[in-house]
C-alpha cells in the first residue's frame, strides 16, 4: 500500500527566508507525487505535481519540488517566503496513472514571522 | 480546472441526527470522490462514487453510515448517518480532471461539528 510520511508538523521561517518542507513516499512502481496548501477555512489548492520526466519541477506562488526515487523523496522548496504563504502544506501521493484515490501525508503548518 | 461547490459550507448537528453534504462540478466528470479531515488530521479517503454504479468504500468506512448518491455526472451527495461528535471534520468532494496528466480538484469542504 501506498504512503506518505511529512516529518516536520510545524515549521516557523522568517519572511524572506527559504524554506524546504520535506516529504517521503512509499510506492512500488512510478508514483504520481503532489503537493496541495490549504489555507485557513480554504479548501485544497495544487501547487504542483509529479508524473514523469525532469525530477524538477515549477508549480505556483514559486514554489518547486525534486523528485529523488533514491530517497523516496518529494521535497517542496521555495527561494523567499511570504507572509501569505502561511498555511498547511500536503504532500500526496496516486497510483500511477491516475490523481484519483490520494493518500496524504499528515501535513506541515508553516508559520512566517514577520 | 473545475469549480466545485459544496452545501453546507459548515453545520452543528445534535448527535443521533443525519446531515447529507452536496457537491456540485461545474463539468461532467466520471469518478467523483468524498475524503475526510478529522481536526489536526490529514485528509482520508472515504468513498470513490461513479455514476451509475454503487460506490466503493475505503477500508474502514461503511455505506450505512456514509451512504452516497450520484444521480448525475455532475452531481453527488454524501450524508453522514447517525452522527456523533467524533464525526466532527471537514468532508471535502474531489474530482479528478485531465487525460494524460490528470488532476484532483478540491471543494471548499463541509465543516461539520456534532454536539
Known amino acids: 500500500a501506498q504512503s506518505v510520511t511529512q516529518p516536520d508538523i510545524h515549521i516557523t521561517v522568517s519572511e524572506g527566508a527559504s524554506l524546504e518542507l520535506r516529504c517521503n513516499y512509499s510506492?512500488?512502481?512510478?508514483?504520481?507525487l503532489f503537493w496541495y496548501v490549504q489555507s485557513p477555512g480554504q479548501g485544497l489548492q495544487l501547487l504542483l505535481k509529479y508524473f514523469s520526466g525532469d525530477t524538477l519541477v515549477q508549480g505556483i506562488k514559486g514554489f518547486e519540488a525534486e523528485f529523488k526515487r533514491s530517497q523516496s523523496s518529494f521535497n517542496l522548496r521555495k527561494p523567499s517566503v511570504h507572509w501569505s504563504d502561511a498555511a498547511e502544506y500536503f504532500c500526496a501521493v496516486g497510483a500511477t496513472g491516475t490523481a484519483s484515490k490520494l493518500t496524504f501525508g499528515t501535513g506541515t503548518r508553516l508559520q512566517v514571522t514577520l | 480546472s473545475a469549480v466545485i461547490s459544496q452545501k453546507p459550507s459548515r453545520d452543528i448537528c445534535q448527535r443521533g441526527t443525519s446531515l447529507t453534504i452536496q457537491c456540485q462540478v461545474d463539468?461532467?466528470?466520471?469518478?467523483m470522490f468524498w475524503y475526510r479531515q478529522q481536526p489536526g488530521q490529514s485528509l482520508t479517503l472515504i468513498a470513490t462514487?461513479?455514476?451509475?454504479?454503487?460506490?466503493?468504500?475505503e477500508s474502514g468506512f461503511v455505506i450505512d453510515k456514509f451512504p452516497i448518491s450520484r444521480p448525475n455526472l455532475t452531481f453527488s451527495t454524501l450524508t453522514v448517518s447517525n452522527m456523533s461528535p467524533e464525526d466532527s471534520s471537514i468532508y471535502l468532494c474531489?474530482?479528478?480532471?485531465?487525460?494524460?496528466?490528470?488532476?484532483?480538484?478540491f471543494g471548499q469542504g463541509t465543516r461539520l461539528t456534532v454536539v
Open positions: 462514487a461513479n455514476q451509475g454504479s454503487e460506490a466503493t468504500y
Open positions: 510506492y512500488g512502481a512510478t508514483p504520481y
Open positions: 474531489s474530482v479528478e480532471l485531465g487525460g494524460r496528466h490528470t488532476e484532483a480538484f
Open positions: 463539468s461532467q466528470v466520471t469518478m
